[in-house]
């Protein structure tokens, strides 16, 4: 069955409540989020989520060097960043699509749906 990453974007400043306009209103996108995840996972969807620390709090390594090269923070800057994610597997993207849409409003957020590669991608960039 084909992957899927739904990957969820927010601000990459981060005020009191994440982005939310109040308490309750994070409190209950989490309840939402944590329902969502059960239904990916009663329905036989469901890899993995979870979600990510601030973007500042990232290091990127390029060891394409003789020495690796670490620097503090992500690889771009952006004023959105990847704040969470789910991998699932769905039989087409038309299912994943709906999905997302689930998953969008569960955690009022954006999500971008990302195919995973397949072998038949790889051979597909190969050519004949």
């Known amino acids: 069955m084909p992957r899927y990453m739904l990957s969820v974007?927010?601000?990459?400043?981060?005020?009191?409540?994440?982005?939310?306009?109040?308490?309750?209103?994070?409190?209950?996108?989490?309840?939402?989020?944590?329902a969502?995840?059960?239904k990916l996972e009663?329905?036989?969807?469901?890899?993995f989520a979870d979600g990510l620390e601030a973007a500042t709090t990232a290091t990127t390594?390029?060891?394409?060097?003789?020495?690796?090269?670490?620097?503090?923070?992500?690889?771009?800057?952006?004023?959105?960043?990847?704040?969470?994610?789910?991998?699932i597997d769905a039989p087409d993207l038309d299912v994943a699509l709906t999905l997302a849409a689930e998953g969008s409003k569960a955690c009022r957020g954006k999500v971008e749906v990302r195919p995973f590669q397949t072998e038949e991608s790889f051979k597909d960039m190969l050519g004949p």
């Not at 009663?42 to 890899?47: I, N, T």
């Not at 390594?61 to 994610?85: A, H, I, M, R, S």
């Open 42 to 47: 009663r329905e036989g969807y469901f890899v």
């Open 61 to 87: 390594v390029d060891g394409q060097g003789e020495t690796p090269v670490l620097t503090d923070g992500p690889y771009v800057e952006t004023k959105e960043y990847l704040g969470g994610f789910w991998v």
């Open 36 to 38: 969502f995840n059960e």
């Open 9 to 34: 974007y927010g601000p990459a400043e981060r005020p009191e409540f994440g982005g939310y306009p109040d308490k309750e209103a994070m409190l209950q996108a989490f309840a939402d989020t944590g």
